[in-house]
Structure formats: C-alpha cells, structure tokens
C-alpha cells in the first residue's frame, strides 16, 4: 500500500506565502511522476507543478514564476513554495504520484493525496 500525506495547507493573506509538502511512504519500487494538482470551488482540478521520469518539471500555466517546485528524492517528498499568493490561488491543493509498488510485477498505479486546503483572504 503507497500513501500520499500533504501538509502545509492553511489561511494566508493576500501576498503572503505557503509551503505545501507531499510525501510518499509505504512499499514503493520507484516514482515515475509526482506534483501537485490544485481544484478551486466550482471549477476542474488542474496542474500545479510535477516532475517526470526523466527529470524535467512540468509546470500548470499562468504558476511559473510565483510557485516553485523541488523534491527530496531520498525521502520520496515533494514541495510547493507559494508566494505572492492572490485570492484565486484559493483551492484543495492535492499530491499525486504514478508509483511502481514492490511485489507489483511492474505495473504502475496512480495515487492522490487526502488533499489539503488553501484559503487567500483578507
């Protein structure tokens, strides 16, 4: 069993900042891919950040430049540092990993994080 546990969610003014991380623990052989994925109130849920087998980073569009993404491959963590964070930033921030677990045969497996919550108000 792989599970996905994000913390560093919370309330923030205008313009502040938030760290979010993510880490994957239990019987994992290796991680293709894993980020973020954000889902405001009343819209779909779309790319933040994740990096890819191969070791380039994919970014959402209109986030490059106020967020940055870097992972801990020796803990099997990623990170999201948010700055200048504006009242639409507001939404679920959710870890996603495409992980191989051991004893798998080789098959990969898509895993989502509980999700955690990030509010931008005054």
């Known amino acids: 069993q792989v599970q996905l546990v994000e913390s560093g969610g919370g309330l923030v003014e205008p313009g502040g900042s938030l760290r979010l991380s993510c880490a994957a623990s239990?019987?994992?052989?290796?991680?293709?891919?894993m980020g973020w994925y954000r889902q405001a109130p009343g819209k779909e849920r779309e790319l933040v950040a994740r990096?890819?087998?191969?070791?380039?980073?994919e970014y959402g569009d209109s986030l490059k430049g106020r967020f940055t993404f870097s992972r801990d491959d020796a803990k099997n963590t990623v990170y999201l540092r948010m700055n200048s964070l504006k009242p639409e930033d507001t939404a679920v921030y959710y870890c996603?990993?495409?992980?191989?677990?051991?004893?798998?045969?080789?098959?990969?497996?898509?895993?989502w994080g509980q999700g955690t919550a990030v509010t931008v108000s005054s």
């Open positions: 239990g019987r994992i052989l290796s991680i293709r891919t």
């Open positions: 996603n990993a495409e992980v191989s677990p051991q004893n798998s045969a080789g098959y990969w497996y898509n895993y």
């Open positions: 990096f890819m087998n191969g070791g380039s980073t």
